[in-house]
């Protein structure tokens, strides 16, 4: 499986309603898209849970590359750069995902932690798999997913939820506006 992101950082008076009525009127177009086991279609408005910036920033689930390739080279992501920009796509390969039902999914967040050079990867990986269980298993927590990225070496560790998380510790804390499934 490979998770990915990409984020677009809007102007610090942008009108987040603009992201909020795209999300609600593009978001199910994703719905049923080949070998994706989910979309999570996020924002987060500056000020708010802590957010530095305006963000729109989506979070994939793939379940084959081929996927993502064929989202990237698509219609979709073509209109999609026509209205934001650019962006930097971020991919991980995935360690450990907890899946249950996404549909009342209402916050996410993100963390991105530095993997040091010569780290013992398979130890971090085996620490990465019980951390992502043990937070699976807690109240309102409906994914969870933990990636590493070996060109940069990075570590994603990200959760949806049905509730406000309690904990703001987290790197990023998003609005789900949509999760598209298979």
């Known amino acids: 499986m490979i998770a990915m992101q990409y984020s677009f950082t809007l102007p610090a008076d942008y ?20 070998n994706l086991r989910f979309k999570a279609y996020l924002s987060a408005s500056k000020g708010e849970f ?5 963000l729109y920033a989506p979070f994939y ?23 934001f920009g650019w ?3 971020i991919h991980w390969l995935v360690w450990n995902a907890e899946i249950a039902d996404l549909r009342a999914a209402k916050f ?5 932690l530095p993997i040091p050079a010569y780290a013992p990867l398979a130890e971090i990986r085996k620490q990465e798999v019980t951390r992502s269980n043990a937070e699976a298993a807690e109240r309102g927590v409906l994914a969870t997913i933990s990636a590493f990225e070996p060109s940069g070496w990075s570590l994603v560790r990200f959760t949806l939820y049905r509730d406000m ?4 510790n987290k790197d990023q804390i998003y609005r ?7």
Not at 50 to 54: A, F, I, L, Y
Not at 108 to 112: K, L, T
Request: hydrophobic fraction near 35%.
């Open 15 to 34: 009108d987040m309603t603009i992201v909020d009525r795209r999300i609600g009127d593009k978001g199910s177009m994703m719905d049923g898209f080949p």
């Open 50 to 54: 802590g957010s530095r910036e305006n």
């Open 61 to 83: 689930l793939w379940e084959r590359p081929d996927g993502a390739s064929n989202f990237l080279t698509g219609p979709g992501f073509q209109g999609l750069t026509q209205s």
């Open 87 to 89: 962006p930097q796509v």
């Open 108 to 112: 996410a967040s993100r963390d991105i």
């Open 165 to 168: 998380p309690l904990i703001f």
């Open 176 to 182: 789900v506006g949509h999760v598209s499934l298979p």
